[in-house]
């Protein structure tokens, strides 16, 4: 697509080409940048993952995204042909997400083979869930923002639905115990919305972010039905345990758990294993680091 | 593009694509997150508009964008064939806008063709002004930012120029009463920048926003000429009203007035109807919903 | 991809065509927002250089992105094809981005082409060193995050990564005094990860960044080894000195010093050319104006 | 994608580019080659017609080109969602055809949007039939040459199968009187193939041609069923009668009949309305226009 | 696109890959197949020359090929910028072509870069005349084919408007001493529709070849108006002369000549510089060595 | 990319799509045309093969077809990546073609996985040998055309030089008794240049074809070194043995034997086993079904 175009020195001569190779070929240089892949083995690939979200989005959303279609029993025909299509992609992630971790023996990983494909039929068989979930987070959406017109308008652009649509999908993989896939995913939504929801997070029904962007949302919250957020809002941890070795403690519930009808203003930061009890609302700008009861109204002081 | 690899149970098998396919077909599912697009009627689409808001980008920074010319006159025909290009685009996304609403009728909506039309025409005649004012705006950047090296470096790359492309193309739009469309488009540049103007704000001339990521600025937000923002500014709303059923007031002016040459500082949050007096500087973290005297400079207390 | 397809006035009647196209190419118009390319020459591209990203993202970290390859030798053959690719794109993206000021008159700028090629020869000497510090980079951020299971996993999608990764090879063009194109890079990494690092700033081995959305780091930070940055922190400038003229004074040393093992957690702002010592530790939403001696705990009051 | 390089006068000057646009543009040089669409109408395409194809022979031949399944339930699937893709695009162009005939009227057509719409639906009728008489070709392909390993290997590749496809479909939509499309399509397969037979003529079941290159089969011929024909094979008109005013008389029955059974070897020619007898075998390189009784064996004199 | 699968030894293991590519790179293997480009040079592509040719045909033909425009304003401004973007895509091809003579050594060729330039500027001097030339070649096709149902169908899809369009172009480019390009323009037609015109071949007005295939004019060939050719016609050189060392001598007048108003039936040979005369007929199989005076009727003995 | 535009009955109301996909999957309508491929089986695949063909294409003329590249060390480590791109995507095709056969029994075949990986290293190890014979091919190209002005005009576009390259290649693979390939390789050259050699024909070296429409060449036969062949040759069968069964005995040696040297010029049409002796020129449109002796002169009587 490009072209060279004038006289010079070029990277061929004088063994320049050469030398920079050897310099990036040498085995010390390629210690933890080089991922070998066993001979014929399937390859994890973000590109491959965001074709499946892209699937996934057309299969939740029919007529949002994807082709439009006119009656119910030819939408029938093309919702399956979609789900035909999207399980062997993310069996083939699936499979190489779990080779991952044995790459080093050099072999492709029949237990993954096995493994892979069943996780990819638990995980279609959810499909049916997470729709129904979505379908309450866009009503909540609308619901919640003075300035949204339809419910369809939330569906077609909100960073909401974009953050809890990757994000439900992560979580039910997450809880598949796949490996690495569930974060990518959400940094997919991390990047398109400056939402970051870890996959760990459990979040209830009729969620709800306005503008979004700054959120984080960290691996052990646990988030009640009918929860809303603003931007800039961070459940985060306090600090990081660490391990007789000096390494982080990994896998600690460490984030805080925000009960049913909670709403946290925007650019508030709450830190630790605290708990928002039922109803509670946190002013803008607010520094958690304990529990509020029920009801309560806390703001800056 | 990709492939099943090995052994193991198939999606197709024990029938159980039939069983997912009909769960997600129930029309209770289907249900907010089925758009039924009636017979033979465009279809509104989110890739459609980004192809639209390129060409646009290409019209308004020629040479910046799209193909290089190198003298008036050829750029003139290269121009032109653009705008053609660009108006029947446009044309057919406001016509599936406006039919959205009327949706549920199964009919295609000829009234919608008629308004879709001049509403496409109307937009056109006004790209001269729009592109007058987002030249005032890269000026603007290029001297309210000491990094910057030349206007030329800002039109290709600061979020700022980007955020206010997007918005002042759809807050043309927005006066027009297309529904949907404008907030795609501000949703777009939401996701590339982090800035999240609605395309209700009314922004003046010569306006910069500096690093950006984080800025919300309201629906019914009025901004004054030569303004300039930081990164995580937020110009919101205090409260919003409810109507006697419990559900949002919609419309309400409800966001702030920054007068002619105000400067808000990095992390500020102003929210409600409040007036941000001429030439007024409010420094960075602070939070503010009153009124605010023309020349005074506020900072974090 | 679009068609027109109903009744009504058309652009092309009543001239109204013409009269858009006469507006926009009114040569006061033109003025700012049109870049003349002299006859012949390479054209700056923001897609080429996301192109030259993609490849250098791929020769950095064989496996995770690009063609996987099963052995050393095969990896080999394909890394140097890579380089050997990279470099006459980045080449005559240099050249442009060099010609970018000489532009006005009208003739292709041989110096350039020399320059241009000699910056990318230059350039692709750095790479074994910017890989190095890469590699370093990834095993930072697998230590300093609590949710990462493996390098490998932040390698494939932390906003950290992707951030340092534009920022190294950015910052490596500004050391060349390549013009345009450092900040054209910074920009693409910004609009990914919310993560806005001018190409000036100065960055230690060992950095990493939690989160990520809304970090401004400011052109002349200088950033010690073992650094970690959250969300929401800003290495900003406190005032924008002006020349006599009233315009600001470019390039003058005026964002702040982290030395080494410094780590300031979310929301915290840190302004003018202060120095935080050795090992200090910001608290989040701090305000910090002032130098903070080695091993200080600084915290909100 | 391509660039200018070097020094030199360029088409933009001197007013070049405008001159010879002027003389490209006037009135009667666009006589003949312009086809003026009426506004907001659809457009014949070739490469519509190309994809309807490609879409039509997945269709048919589910498994050889498209997307492999299986198992006949999810193949099903795909298959009805492909027709459902196939039936728009169709009567798109069969609109467009038939609004060929009054585009100069400057208005949308009506009557060919219901009349094409009927013709989409007709010929997407006869789909299962059309597909009955390519599996007997299929199988008559692997019959008659002694070089075929399987049916599968014929269908993969043998240009006799992509000839009688083509052949099949555009008769179908010759017969339903559809304007300038059977011949569009066709020619396609002439141009892959080198074979070359009109939309009119009329054949029978299990036909086969082998090599093909530089076969012509003319409008008016009948074919009946199990007859082969070998390469450089001529079926074509004597003579051309003329109408007084000295033009050439369309559609009159100018092209031989051949019965069942007929073998005619390479490189003959058979001209007028003669008839071939059933079961008659005419050699290689024969030229004939004449009646041959059924059972004959005509060979080169 | 694709992705190895199962066990079993690998291209990179033992060495196969170096040993197939140390073979593939013996210089001796390399002599004749390895076409060295000069160090930032352009490069002659079938590809590029392809997309001109599809750029062309868009230009000559507006509206059966390319964008539809509904008026001629709106068509002035695609037409314009389309040979504006065909201009430097064929003086870069011609640049190429005329440095692949010099191209052993080693350096860009400047009076490539002036004579290539020149001679895009002397083509698209030449349009109009060729469009000129076609409009009456389509007119032909029209009025010889009894199965034409409009002007607009021969344009659309028959192979005589395809050769006769690539050989208008090729032979200007041949005019113009543009060595390789005109005979590669030539293949394309060549395998397009199976007609075998030399670039060197001189051909009148309104010209037709009915069906097409296997048809074959020669280099030296001068062919009047109106004449008309059907499948497998053969205009052919006789014998080729040798020089004393047993070379072919190249470039003397070895193919027919035919006056106005012939025509020539199918399968039919004529070798050698002969002439047939004004409004000669040759019948189809004929095989001719000798002149044939005006008016004559030839047919097979 | 197209999109129904008008009123009127749609394929999906009425039961019209169930109709006719269920007409389309009744089990006896897909005998003979569907394909069923095991689960988790690669897939023979057109497309895919045409992928290998490229970029066998420019391993074998590199800077011909492909990236240009400047010097001998630079190139070579894009032809070691082209292979090690070309070895499995090539295994994998040849892997699916033998499973062809056993496709009926549900299951993947893993001794086709050990065979096809076999067959494409074996293949790959003929690829030196193959490019010799082909650089020897383009010579004699240029030689035996007068109207060549290079060898590389040859490599660029005689349609003799794709079919003997594609010839080359599919005879190989037939050689490794590869089911369904060769013929699928041999057609697409067939379909280029209207030449159609069957993959088993036996063709020595510096071999020519000249104009090459209409040329066929049939399974058995065998070809010596430096013959030339002109267009519309037939080296066909007499006739066709058939089994008691009264179907076709497969695979007798049917074809002519061209010894060293011999020219046929065009039309002429040679049947049987019979051999041509060495240096034997057979005139144009000649009937020969008898054996020639060495350096005879044959001509059309």
């Known amino acids: 697509m490009f072209k060279k175009i004038s006289p010079g020195q070029n990277i061929e001569q004088n063994g320049l080409l050469d030398e920079i190779t050897n310099a990036l070929c040498m085995p010390d240089s390629l210690n933890t940048v080089w991922r070998n892949i066993p001979p014929n083995t399937a390859s994890l690939s973000v590109d491959a993952l965001a074709e499946i979200m892209q699937r996934l989005k057309a299969a939740i959303f029919p007529g949002y995204f994807g082709k439009p279609t006119t009656n119910i029993d030819s939408m029938r025909y093309h919702l399956a042909a979609k789900l035909d299509s ?122 709800f972010i306005d503008h979004g962007t700054g959120v984080v949302i960290g691996e052990t919250c646990i988030i009640g039905h009918k929860c809303r957020l603003y931007q800039g809002v961070t459940l985060g941890a306090l600090s990081f345990p660490k391990n007789t070795d000096g390494s982080l403690t990994k896998g600690i519930d460490r984030h805080p758990v925000l009960e049913d009808n909670v709403t946290v203003y925007a650019g508030t930061t709450i830190l630790g294993r605290v708990t928002i009890g039922k109803g509670a609302v946190i002013g803008g700008n607010v520094w958690l680091t304990e529990d509020v009861p029920a009801g309560a109204r806390i703001s800056q002081k």
């Open 86 to 207: 999207i399980s062997p992609l993310l069996r083939q992630q699936l499979v190489a997400g779990l080779g991952f971790g044995c790459a080093g023996e050099g072999l492709p990983c029949m237990n993954c083979e096995v493994e892979g494909n069943n996780k990819a039929l638990d995980f279609m068989k959810k499909l049916p869930d997470i729709r129904h979930l979505l379908a309450l987070d866009a009503k909540a959406a609308y619901e919640g923002d003075p300035a949204a017109r339809s419910v369809g308008e939330t569906i077609f652009c909100y960073p909401s639905i974009i953050a809890i649509l990757y994000h439900r999908i992560a979580h039910a993989l997450y809880e598949l115990d796949a490996p690495m896939i569930p974060r990518i995913i959400s940094e997919m939504a991390h990047s398109q919305t400056g939402i970051d929801i870890h996959p760990g997070a459990s979040i209830g029904k009729e969620f």
